[in-house]
């Protein structure tokens, strides 16, 4: 609890202090003007129930402050004139009615300062009950929009005074940037308290009418193929079960040295926590399930399986990254939920997602990018300008949260996202494109950088994912997503002297000739969205896709590992010139685009490319712990970060592994892939209607 609220507990009562004295000199004052000397109401008061419903408020007003009043010598003194007994029985009807006009003038008073004073948000918290409480998240931006808010929680205040079931509370904004993060704009990144709204309490009804085999009915092949895609080759097969090997090794090491924790540090044999999921436990666990799933590692999964439901305690106090959170623990849980029908996994999902909406609860519905599970406090990251969302981060929870609410059926979770695509939709671009800085206050960009690499990445990736996993009916994600595109062609694509295609940075309007190895997923991208491209841009997007791939592949040396961001300026050809961007820490993105555009090509380079990087793995970043990232790709002797990642059990190994299996393996015509490689089924929704219909008692098959 806030160490500020201290409560009348001494007394029985959760009051604040602060609130007791105010009740106590506001009835001083009301006395005084109704020309009495107040000095306190008794305890034992009792006013007959017919005389008015003010006086009905007067005992629930009474019943509430009691407690605070306890222990004084209330009584009421009318100076001058006959004593009265204190019992109210004992007034007389003047008297009754001077007193219940001063109470309640009283009530109205407290009530007024209970609201409208802006000590009182905790009281009213205390007051109003949870489930009551709908959060208004107030910045510190005087603009239009606030002010309709605020006319908006006022007029909710009254019906809270009417005690209509869904009321809104303004909660207040505290300008405190995230422990040990210094904000850089503190006027407009606000720490925000939130609270459960009505919404978010509709998504704790048992509402949930998902059946798991209606969905598996509705996929147009089995998840795991024929076969579990095993290729038909040897050589193929042979480099699939390395992969397989490679897997069980990291994750042998990771529940050796590091059970339970975040990550495996392979060199010390330890495990580590960090801070970007708050107090979740287990990434690693979550992260790999599905792999293990699909790899036939059935034991491991079964570890991974009892853990998160006997050991994943989503009560956790910290702060954690939405984005994080969303893409590893949300998403690995709802793919685990998806491959195997098991119903722990569902039933952490909705939990988890549950405890994410608070971070929407801003001005504009644009979540901030931190958020505390435990308390529903959210604020933005310090080193975000001007307290601004981040691009990738918002615009990275669409899939996740539409398959939450289909599998909730609540439509909280859609709604969200839904709402923050509306936004983006409407606001303007500059050159079509989209800066990765948004105010989450006023809804307007914040800083004109437009990038393809970290914090843009994943947002275009989602427009064009949403599309596909709506089985192609989304079709405002497919305008948004082509436009992007147009835009992203017309600014960012770029030839290198030495005639490689790339995507450069964009700085309102100059360029920044600079790569990052995130950007390295576009390669994928550009190939699954190819073939919805208008007809004439089909040939030209999956050329592109392909161009992108290759030039993230000569990026790969000469370790054949890549650096984290590689240059196209002052001669650089897919360089990394910078001594600070040369680490590789497991991470996927090129690999990725070689399993897309293996899948969409069958170009047989796109499996010698990959079987590069599994030699490069395996000499590079295999120790006797684990596998660790490396400090430098261009360096022969090599120096390494003493860090497991959990993607690359979730995505580097997995991407792998289905390049080198078979197409029927998570087929790309019934699953998309999060940006945490967590494959998420496509919503064939005719399908699932029919089947719904099907299955009512009232309706036979005829219908
Ligand atoms: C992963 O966590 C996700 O792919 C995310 O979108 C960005 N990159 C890391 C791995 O590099």
């Not at 790999?288 to 079964?302: G, K, N, V």
């Not at 990275?396 to 909280?412: A, C, D, R």
């Not at 030209?540 to 993230?552: N, Q, S, V």
Request: with cysteine; aromatic share 10%.
């Amino acid at each position: 609890m806030d160490a500020s609220l201290h409560v009348c507990r001494d007394r029985g009562s959760p009051l604040p202090h602060a609130t007791c004295d105010r009740t106590r000199s506001l009835q001083n004052a009301a006395a005084a003007a109704a020309g009495s000397e107040v000095q306190l109401l008794p305890p034992s008061l009792s006013l007959s129930p017919s005389l008015s419903p003010s006086l009905h408020l007067s005992r629930v007003f009474w019943r509430l402050f009691r407690p605070c009043m306890r222990g004084h010598a209330w009584v009421v003194s009318p100076a001058p004139g006959p004593s009265v007994s204190a019992s109210g029985m004992g007034l007389r009807l003047s008297q009754k009615f001077v007193f219940l006009l001063f109470l309640s003038g009283l009530v109205t008073l407290c009530l007024g300062a209970l609201f409208f004073l802006p000590d009182s948000a905790r009281l009213k918290r205390i007051f109003l009950s949870k489930t009551e409480a709908q959060p208004v998240t107030v910045g510190s931006e005087n603009d239009a929009r606030e002010q309709a808010r605020k006319a908006d929680a006022a007029a909710a205040r009254v019906r809270a005074l009417s005690r209509k079931p869904s009321v809104t509370h303004e909660a207040r904004a505290v300008d405190r940037p995230p422990q040990g993060i210094k904000a850089q704009d503190e006027r407009s990144s606000g720490r925000t308290r939130t609270e459960t709204t009505a919404a978010q309490n509709d998504a704790r009804q048992p509402r949930d009418t998902f059946e798991y085999d209606r969905f598996k009915k509705c996929l147009l092949g089995s998840p795991l193929g024929s076969d579990r895609g095993k290729p038909g080759d040897p050589q193929t097969l042979q480099r699939r079960d390395k992969v397989k090997e490679m897997m069980k090794f990291a994750w042998d090491n990771y529940k050796h040295y590091a059970w339970g924790k975040n990550e495996l540090r392979p060199l010390t044999r330890n495990g580590h926590i960090g801070t970007m999921f708050g107090g979740l436990r287990g990434a690693s666990i979550i992260d790999s399930l599905d792999t293990l799933y699909i790899m036939d590692l059935l034991e491991e999964y079964e570890e991974a399986k009892d853990w998160v439901e006997n050991n994943l305690d989503l009560n956790s106090n910290g702060e954690s990254s939405l984005f994080e959170v969303n893409i590893r623990y949300v998403g690995g849980l709802l793919s685990a939920y998806y491959l195997t029908g098991n119903e722990v996994f569902k039933k952490k999902v909705l939990e988890l997602g549950e405890k994410l909406l608070p971070a929407f609860n801003t001005p504009t519905g644009i979540p901030r990018g931190v958020i505390n599970l435990g308390s529903g406090t959210s604020w933005s990251w310090g080193w975000a300008s001007a307290g601004s969302s981040i691009l990738a981060e918002f615009g990275t929870l669409h899939l996740e949260f539409v398959h939450l609410s289909e599998l909730s059926n609540n439509p909280v979770f859609r709604e969200k996202v839904m709402n923050i695509r509306k936004l983006l939709n409407k606001i303007e671009k500059p050159h079509g494109l989209y800066p990765n800085f948004l105010s989450p206050v006023t809804g307007n960009w914040v800083q004109h950088h437009v990038s393809l690499g970290g914090l843009g990445d994943s947002f275009y990736e989602y427009l064009i994912k949403s599309y596909l996993m709506s089985d192609k009916t989304d079709e405002e994600a497919k305008k948004m997503y082509y436009s992007a595109l147009e835009a992203i062609e017309a600014n960012l694509v770029q030839q290198s002297p030495g005639g490689l295609t790339y995507l450069a940075e964009w700085r309102g309007g100059i360029l920044d000739h600079k790569m990052g190895h995130l950007a390295c997923f576009a390669g994928g991208m550009l190939g699954i969205g190819a073939e919805d491209g208008a007809p004439e841009k089909k040939q030209r997007y999956l050329d592109l896709a392909g161009e992108i791939t290759h030039t993230c592949h000569e990026s790969y040396t000469p370790t054949k590992l890549g650096p984290e961001a590689f240059r196209f300026d002052a001669g650089a050809e897919a360089t990394a010139t910078r001594l600070s961007e040369r680490y590789y820490i497991l991470r996927p993105e090129v690999i990725e685009s070689y399993m897309y555009m293996w899948r969409l090509t069958h170009d047989p380079k796109y499996r010698e490319w990959g079987w590069e990087a599994v030699e490069a793995l395996e000499k590079h970043c295999r120790v006797e712990g684990g596998y660790s990232g490396i400090r430098d790709v261009y360096a022969s002797a090599v120096s390494h970060d003493n860090m497991q990642q959990s993607f690359f059990l979730s995505e580097t190994l997995k991407y792998l592994y289905l390049l080198f299996s078979d197409d029927d393996l998570l087929p790309l015509q019934d699953w998309v892939f999060n940006t945490e490689a967590h494959p998420l089924p496509i919503i064939h929704r005719n399908c699932l209607q029919r089947q719904n219909s099907l299955q009512k008692p009232d309706k036979t098959p005829a219908d």
